[in-house]
């Protein structure tokens, strides 16, 4: 999570992550697609879950001709479309340390030190996605900026979290590190998340942990099921 802008001024965008954050068991026998570095763009696989709603996006045009993303919080992963729904990629991403799929109320305007725990969620949901300042005065991709989530690169930070180590393991629980904030890898970031929505921003469909499916996106209801193929 980051603070808005002004609040906390002059915080630098890694300060945002708490070094006292407790690194997760991993989850034995993991298959959440990893990269073997920070530029490789991801595996292919998709969750049942994430095709259903690529496919709901895809049919009713619920992004708006604008690019859009689909963070797959169960599998630590961001998917990225453009415009038309083209799949440009997916990479795997760090997600607050915390299970939930809610934001506390209020959360937006506490200091770092104030936020427990069990306060550090991603938050689910759908969101307009715009780029704006941050404390410190830089500028990253907001999600929801009431709530201080936004997606950006894996900032320097404190050496001891592993960031970078964590984004590449072969599991997922230790990818639980941030206060809310979406963290990706630098290259995917500038190279194609960053030309995307400079200009007008987009959409960024965050999966639950915990709810259903249907309660964080309740259009899929009304979503027609595939027919099926005919020879």
């Not at 006292?20 to 998709?46: I, L, N, W």
């Not at 999966?207 to 027609?224: I, S």
Request: charged share 20%; net charge positive; hydrophobic share 45%.
């Amino acid at each position: 999570m980051i603070k808005v802008f002004p609040a906390l001024a002059g915080l630098a965008l890694a300060a945002a992550m708490p070094a006292q954050a407790v690194d997760p068991a991993r989850a034995a026998g993991s298959t959440a697609p990893k990269a073997e570095d920070a530029s490789r763009e991801g595996a292919p696989q998709r969750s049942d879950a994430v095709t259903r709603v690529a496919d709901w996006i895809a049919a009713s045009g619920d992004n708006h001709s604008l690019p859009y993303i689909i963070i797959d919080k169960p599998a630590a992963a961001l998917l990225l479309f453009d415009a038309t729904g083209k799949p440009l990629g997916q990479v795997p991403v760090l997600l607050g340390v915390a299970l939930g799929d809610e934001a506390t109320p209020g959360i937006g305007s506490k200091n770092l030190a104030e936020i427990g725990p069990a306060e550090r969620t991603t938050p689910a949901g759908r969101f307009l996605a715009k780029y704006g300042l941050a404390a410190g005065r830089q500028r990253v991709l907001w999600v929801d900026y009431a709530t201080s989530v936004a997606l950006h690169p894996i900032p320097k930070g404190n050496p001891k979290e592993k960031r970078r180590q964590r984004m590449l393991s072969p599991g997922i629980d230790d990818n639980r590190i941030t206060f809310g904030c979406i963290n990706l890898p630098i290259a995917f970031y500038g190279k194609s998340v960053r030309p995307l929505f400079q200009k007008k921003g987009g959409y960024v469909y965050v999966l639950p942990d915990t709810k259903p499916l249907e309660a964080v996106f309740p259009r899929l209801l009304v979503q027609p099921a595939a027919s099926p193929a005919t020879s």
